[in-house]
């Protein structure tokens, strides 16, 4: 799993939760570019990705990883609610989204497997 979210404590915070469920977090990137080239290069199954990054939106990584050989699962993350982005999730029914106040490990598999 690849986290990306511009603030380390939130980084911090999701790596431990993420790893006492059982997950395993192979990096971590704090922007969209450095995100993209994360994911090509440790090439995680999954990556946690946070809607609003400083230099290149969530919604528009998400679509550059798609194009990879071997593309991730998604997941999309923000503080707020998914009413404001129900209409950019519904452009690729593959991405999932939980609000960051919800993030458990139970919530981050039920997104992943369906």
Known sequence: M????????FRAAA?????????EVVGEAA???SAVT???????????L????????????AERLAGL???????LVSSRSVTQFRRRLTA???????????LTGEALTAAVAG
């Open 31 to 33: 922007d969209g570019a």
């Open 50 to 61: 946070d809607v609003q990054l400083p230099d290149i939106d969530g919604f528009d990584v």
């Open 38 to 48: 994360a994911a090509a290069e440790l090439r995680p199954t999954i990556v946690l």
């Open 2 to 9: 690849l986290i990306v979210d511009d603030h380390a404590g």
């Open 92 to 102: 690729n029914a593959s991405w999932t989204f939980i609000a960051k106040s919800d």
């Open 15 to 23: 790596r431990t939760l993420l790893d006492r469920a059982g997950f």
């Open 69 to 75: 050989a071997a593309p991730p699962a998604i997941v």
